[in-house]
């Protein structure tokens, strides 16, 4: 037997080639939904592919045929034969059944199956979900269902309506006298530092407000000498912070700035005592915005359980890093909804200071929807 693969947007363009090809006896012996990345794998394409072969290579000629078309037996197929063949049709249903797009509740209406289908494909849970393509139904008219453009724009409408944002951190003063003051939390390796140095620039190049940086992290050398020439680059003082006393002088030096910016030591969302340590440095610095840094590319587990661990220095804020690295949107937008903290910034590169955003709850959302693919 000699099978051969055949890809396709969907199950009737697969078996119009197969018909072409093999004719319209051709058995199928597999058939799965794959995604399929394209364009620097930012872009998700669906297809399906048959494995198929040519039925006189799985069966002797003289034996009767099942057919595509009218499923017949030739009279002389023998009762054993039979049932083997509806077997092998039985298994080719549950197949096709098994790998292909999530089966949508009865709730969702026709026209929007395939963006339930790509909602759960960029990992947003069914739960939420089915609350938004509800939302969706409800509030468009049965002429406004059947325009995927219309339907597309209330998806991303009502998804932005599980995001909680900030109402502009950029552009927020100082409630008390004091420099308006932010400090940046999180585990290692999400791009704390970097995202010190963008929100700076943004402050001293976009607004032309006095900036200073102030770092903790003291653990490692690289992370000071990276934030020292960042600061070099913009034009702001820094100063390095070892422990409280150290923290209040630098604060005091910098008591004239419009902005002071806190960069701190990545931690383990596992070591309670570090995260006890950075807890005391936080409350003798009295922050205005404590923002809890997460990558993007992280899972969903791991996002959660670091939000949770670093709850306990009173963050109240959230910044999404590496977006243009992110596998799932849909994905981070369900973790910020349960996290219920505000959303402040988002990044989607290395450079400063162009690589970051302030967060807006429509543009995450536009992430899910347009790059789930099909109606993008």
């Not at 998700?44 to 009767?64: F, M, N, S, T, W």
């Amino acid at each position: 037997m000699n099978p051969r693969t055949y890809l396709a947007d969907s199950m009737e363009q697969a078996i119009a080639a197969v018909r072409r090809d093999l004719g319209a006896d051709a058995v199928i012996l597999e058939s799965r939904r794959l995604r399929r990345r394209r364009f620097f794998g930012l872009l998700v394409r669906h297809v399906v592919e048959l494995q198929v072969a040519k039925a006189d290579e799985i069966r002797p000629r003289h034996q009767g045929t099942t057919t595509f078309e009218t499923g017949s037996v030739e009279p002389e197929q023998a009762p054993s034969e039979v049932a083997r063949e509806l077997g092998l049709i039985r298994t080719m249903v549950e197949r096709v059944l098994d790998d292909r797009d999530p089966v949508a509740p009865a709730a969702v209406p026709s026209e929007l199956v395939d963006f339930y289908a790509d909602l759960i494909s960029q990992e947003v849970s069914e739960t939420l979900a089915l609350q938004v393509v509800e939302a969706v139904t409800a509030s468009l008219s049965s002429e406004e269902l059947s325009n995927p453009e219309s339907v597309r724009k209330a998806l991303v409408d009502h998804l932005a309506g599980f995001i909680p944002v900030s109402s502009g951190t950029l552009l927020s003063s100082s409630p008390d006298g004091r420099p308006l003051t932010l400090a940046l939390v999180g585990p290692t390796g999400v791009g704390k530092t970097t995202t010190v140095a963008k929100i700076a620039a943004a402050y001293r190049i976009r607004q032309n407000r006095k900036v200073g940086l102030i770092t903790l992290d003291t653990y490692r050398i690289a992370a000071i000498d990276q934030l020292r020439t960042y600061a070099e680059i913009i034009g702001v003082p820094m100063a390095v912070a070892r422990c409280t006393s150290e923290l209040a002088r630098a604060m005091e030096d910098m008591a004239d700035r419009d902005v002071i910016l806190i960069d701190t030591a990545g931690r383990s969302q596992k070591d309670s005592a570090r995260i006890s340590e950075l807890k005391t440095m936080l409350e003798a610095a009295r922050p205005h915005e404590t923002h809890l840094v997460l990558s993007g590319t992280a899972s969903r587990s791991v996002l959660l359980q670091e939000a949770e661990e670093f709850s306990r220095v009173g963050i109240d804020h959230v910044v999404l890093t590496k977006l243009d690295e992110a596998v799932s949107f849909g994905m981070l937008v369900e973790v910020v909804h349960r996290i219920g903290t505000r959303l402040s910034f988002l990044t989607t590169g290395q450079e400063v200071p162009d690589h970051i955003e302030t967060a807006r709850s429509d543009r995450l959302a536009s992430m899910v929807i347009g790059e789930g693919g099909r109606h993008a």
